[in-house]
């Protein structure tokens, strides 16, 4: 049995770290100012993505916010963080926010291949697609901004298990607006948001989990979801959780996916469904006097189709191993909380 350590993180804007061009994989220069943080510099940022990575110590990490190239995302693994690594971009054409994995395999913990990817791009099952999201019997085309990372990973020691990485529609509005603008602004991305759930469970998951070429290959699906459990005020108009859509249907809990941060909380956490204390990322609300709202949105779920609980020990880390928080160590590095898992198999 093999035991890895494995990081979820939406790493903010990787793409601000690169060079454009067809000329090979550059980094800006290091005193430049990031698009998208403009009170840090591209070395800041450099240092304090890879400073988490190297405390942190993952096996394997999934990158959500990754670069628009493979190389690029190589050249930072490369450069900034300990250890040999093998990475895979899953890149959409036309897209600045791609999802990514980086395996290390200096550390003798994976196979020769370590990964095998799928390039989803020429999957139909993520292509453009229809659905009556108004429910007035005329359906609407939704899309997928960028397309899912499909990967099989190959323990040494172990079982091969296989990973879907996602970063769906942000339902995030950050602009302070008239009311009826941002209801409807606010229901156009949930609906956006439940189209992507729901199609990912219809086409991929609930498939994966039933046809036998697949059922049997333990999967774990993680990244920024943009949602969290329950209903807010626009998903009780439009009766639905994006995240409990792409878990699973109550009428068939064999194939439900099950929630490694669920898993961690405290026993009256639990029974309260108090989830306070695993929030992944906060923002200034600009419709509530700039208030810090705090939201869990990235997830780590599994299937149950292994042996006893085989993804285990899930944290939200908003401290680092020496107990410092993350944003005061590590205040350029991302306006998420990497999520790290064990997986055993």
């Known amino acids: 049995m093999s035991e890895l350590r494995l990081v979820e993180w939406n790493m903010e804007w990787m793409n601000d770290l690169f060079m454009p061009g067809d000329e090979g994989a550059q980094f800006r220069p290091d005193d430049e100012s990031?698009?998208?943080?403009?009170?840090?510099?591209?070395?800041?940022?450099?240092?304090?993505?890879a400073g988490v990575l190297n405390e942190l110590a993952p096996d394997l990490a999934v990158v959500v916010e990754g670069p628009s190239r493979q190389d690029e995302l190589q050249l930072f693994f490369n450069a900034d963080v300990t250890g040999t690594w093998k990475v895979v971009l899953?890149?959409?054409?036309?897209?600045?926010?791609?999802?990514?994995?980086?395996?290390r395999t200096d550390a003798g913990k994976f196979g020769d291949p370590p990964l095998k990817s799928w390039d989803t791009v020429k999957d139909k099952r993520f292509d453009p697609f229809l659905q009556d999201t108004d429910n007035d019997d005329v359906p609407e085309q939704h899309r997928f901004e960028r397309r899912p990372l499909y990967v099989e990973v190959s323990p040494k020691d172990g079982l091969p298990f296989r990973i879907l990485g996602l970063h769906l529609k942000s339902k995030g509005i950050f602009d302070a607006i008239e009311w009826s603008r941002w209801w409807e602004k606010a229901e156009g991305n949930r609906k956006k948001l439940l189209a992507q759930a729901g199609c990912i469970h219809d086409k991929f998951l609930e498939p994966y989990l039933t046809d036998a070429g697949t059922k049997d290959i333990p999967l774990i699906v993680c990244g920024d979801i943009n949602d969290g459990p329950g209903m807010d005020a626009c998903e009780k108009r439009l009766f639905g959780s994006a995240i409990e859509s792409l878990m699973g249907s109550v009428w068939k809990p064999e194939l439900c996916l099950a929630s490694a941060l669920f898993?961690?909380?405290?026993?009256?956490?639990?029974?309260?469904?108090?989830?306070?204390?695993?929030?992944?990322?906060?923002?200034?609300?600009?419709?509530?006097?700039?208030?810090?709202?705090?939201?869990?949105?990235?997830?780590?779920?599994?299937?149950?189709?292994?042996?006893g609980k085989w993804v285990k020990n899930a944290k939200v880390n908003q401290a680092m191993p020496d107990g410092n928080p993350v944003w005061k160590k590590y205040p350029y590095a991302s306006d998420h909380f990497p999520i790290s898992v064990e997986v055993h198999i």
Do not use: C, M
Request: hydrophobic letters at 30%; aromatic letters at 10%.
């Open 90 to 103: 899953q890149a959409t054409p036309g897209q600045s926010q791609n999802i990514g994995i980086a395996i």
């Open 263 to 307: 898993d961690s909380l405290k026993p009256k956490e639990k029974e309260k469904l108090d989830f306070s204390s695993i929030y992944t990322t906060s923002f200034r609300d600009p419709i509530f006097k700039d208030v810090y709202q705090r939201e869990w949105i990235d997830h780590i779920l599994y299937s149950r189709n292994a042996a």
């Open 34 to 49: 990031p698009q998208h943080g403009k009170n840090s510099t591209v070395r800041q940022r450099r240092d304090h993505l």
